[in-house]
């Protein structure tokens, strides 16, 4: 069974924990990561609110040389990759398919050059804010009130369709989206969100925003952070199979796949205390009556179909 994550926040964890990725530390680290049976991985560089001034790109080339000294570190095991053809490739070679994202459309600073290079390091997917507005559009922490997509953020869009790079609409404001699925000729990515009508909360996405990402093709990765899951922040693995069952549902089965956001999260629901228990969503799915086919799409395919059809 291939298995596909779009979103981990470890490369932040290990700058600020200074440890090494060998190291038993977080949700996911080396020995963790090969047991899970994940073939492929994006890692996000998380730009904090702490570097929006004037540091941005700064700290976001920190993280990228982070991921880069990794791969070069545990060449053996991690390699990576920067199309749906390459990932196959990495994963024929019995390595796990590591992928480059950015959260934060604060680290391009305004300039589509430090697109085009932050592309050339090898960055495929990015999310264009994390709560707050910057100079791309405005984050769910502004709500509607904050607008949707700049002048700046329309470019930006065009732009990452030409160089074939997967636009992230996790943590975007709702206006933001549909400006987003307005511009882009390319399907597009919620790599980290879950369903509001189960859990009413702004992260969430509404069941007309289901069907219209679905409709053009994009992939929503379900999010395991409780307060995602269940309004209680009580959450068990069978809250996640929950989401994944009314995406199903709402957008189809086409339309679902994992974002687990381990590294970047709090708490864990009971049952997927770390990426080594992604594979228990397997059984659990069967349980919920999904057939190999459907869980085959959810648990890597739709993903992969997304970065094959995007990334080239």
């Known amino acids: 069974m291939f298995i596909f994550d779009a979103h981990i926040d470890t490369l932040s964890r290990l700058i600020d924990s200074g440890r090494g990725f060998n190291e038993p530390q977080g949700h996911v680290h080396l020995d963790l990561l090969l047991q899970s049976k994940i073939g ?15 540091m941005a790109l700064h700290h976001t080339l920190e993280l990228i040389d982070q991921f880069w000294q990794m791969l070069d570190e545990y060449s053996s095991d991690l390699a990576f990759a920067g199309s749906g053809t390459e990932i196959m ?3 024929e070679g019995g390595q796990v398919a590591c992928l480059l994202a950015i959260e934060g459309g604060e680290a391009l600073e305004g300039k589509l050059a430090n697109l085009r290079m932050l592309y050339r390091l090898g960055v495929r997917l990015i999310t264009l804010t994390w709560n707050h507005r910057n100079q791309l559009a405005s984050g769910q922490g502004e709500g509607d009130a904050g607008g949707g997509l700049s002048k700046f953020g329309k470019a930006v869009i065009e732009e990452m369709n030409t160089l074939k790079m ?4 996790s943590h975007l404001n709702d206006p933001g989206f549909w400006d987003v699925l307005q511009v882009s000729r390319s399907p597009i990515l919620a790599s980290h969100s879950n369903a509001r009508a189960l859990c009413n909360h702004p992260r969430n996405l509404t069941d007309e925003q289901i069907r219209a990402l679905a409709d053009q093709g994009g992939v929503i990765g379900v999010n395991f952070y409780p307060y995602f899951l269940d309004s209680s922040g009580a959450a068990t ?14 957008g189809g089965i086409e339309c679902v796949a994992l974002g687990s956001d381990f590294d970047g999260i709090s708490l864990v629901p009971v049952g997927l205390e770390t990426c080594a228990n992604t594979v228990d969503l397997i059984p659990a799915l069967e349980d919920r009556g999904f057939c190999s086919r459907e869980i085959e799409h959810i648990m890597g395919g739709n993903l992969l179909r997304l970065c094959t059809e995007v990334l080239g």
């Open 40 to 54: 492929a991985q994006f890692f996000a560089a998380f730009v904090s609110p702490k570097f929006y001034q004037g």
């Open 89 to 91: 490739q990495v994963q």
């Open 166 to 169: 997967l636009i992230d609409v």
């Open 237 to 250: 693995i069978e809250h996640v199979v929950e989401h994944i069952a009314y995406l199903a549902k709402v």
